[in-house]
């Protein structure tokens, strides 16, 4: 196991979005180690994510609001899709279902965390950790997406070879959470923090 100096990551904010895949248990893993290592970690999710985690799950890792609908009510007013693009050191859509992937390409925002991979562009950096089926990530237009998506600056990390949920074996696991993590510190130290108040 990776060790990862607690507060290490003091100051930064982290957008995590967490999209409908088996993988999304490793989303709560990847929440709380970012909190521990000091970042400051606000999570968005699709309806599907949640059918795999329940919001109070990173809700507890983190302690903030999870954010799960473009209509969510708030104790103050603020447009969510803007506040928390603007606030984010940088997003991570973990996992990243090839349903997402292809939403980002073609500039889909048909849901809470599409209207924030949408509005977070120019902001700060993208970090994609994909998930799903291996035909489904051979499949010529998740390669083309993917191939898009790298033209256009988003990072990525995995997927990884090994057991996948339908149980057969290839290319398709999301990337353990160490290693998603050892990618976001190395993307967050290339500067400051953008809220060092907070």
């Given at each position: 196991m990776?060790?990862?100096?607690?507060h290490?990551l003091?100051?930064?904010?982290?957008l995590?979005?967490?999209?409908?895949?088996?993988?999304?248990?490793?989303?709560?893993?990847?929440a709380?180690k970012?909190?521990?290592?000091?970042a400051?970690?606000?999570?968005?999710m699709?309806?599907?994510g949640?059918?795999?985690?329940?919001?109070?799950?990173f809700?507890?890792?983190?302690?903030?609001?999870?954010?799960?609908?473009l209509?969510?009510s708030v104790?103050?007013?603020?447009?969510?899709?803007?506040?928390?693009?603007?606030?984010a050191?940088?997003?991570?859509?973990?996992?990243?279902t090839a349903?997402m992937?292809?939403?980002?390409?073609?500039?889909?925002?048909?849901d809470?965390v599409?209207?924030?991979a949408?509005?977070?562009?120019g902001?700060?950096d993208?970090l994609?950790?994909?998930?799903m089926?291996?035909?489904?990530?051979?499949?010529?237009?998740?390669?083309a997406?993917?191939?898009?998506?790298?033209?256009r600056?988003?990072h990525?990390?995995?997927?990884?070879?090994?057991?996948?949920?339908?149980?057969?074996?290839?290319?398709?696991?999301m990337?353990?959470?160490?290693e998603?993590l050892t990618?976001?510190?190395k993307?967050l130290?290339?500067?400051?923090p953008k809220?060092?108040?907070l």
């Amino acid at each position: 196991m990776v060790e990862h100096p607690k507060h290490s990551l003091k100051g930064y904010e982290v957008l995590l979005c967490v999209t409908g895949g088996i993988a999304a248990y490793k989303s709560a893993d990847l929440a709380s180690k970012l909190t521990q290592a000091g970042a400051g970690v606000s999570v968005a999710m699709t309806e599907a994510g949640r059918q795999f985690v329940a919001p109070l799950t990173f809700q507890t890792v983190t302690g903030r609001c999870v954010y799960t609908s473009l209509w969510q009510s708030v104790a103050s007013y603020n447009v969510k899709h803007v506040s928390l693009t603007d606030l984010a050191d940088l997003m991570v859509i973990a996992p990243a279902t090839a349903d997402m992937l292809a939403k980002m390409t073609h500039g889909l925002a048909d849901d809470l965390v599409s209207t924030l991979a949408l509005a977070v562009w120019g902001k700060c950096d993208i970090l994609v950790a994909p998930a799903m089926n291996s035909m489904m990530w051979a499949a010529p237009a998740t390669v083309a997406n993917m191939a898009t998506l790298r033209d256009r600056g988003v990072h990525v990390v995995g997927p990884d070879q090994g057991r996948l949920a339908c149980g057969d074996e290839g290319v398709g696991r999301m990337s353990e959470p160490d290693e998603i993590l050892t990618v976001i510190g190395k993307l967050l130290k290339r500067q400051e923090p953008k809220n060092q108040d907070l």
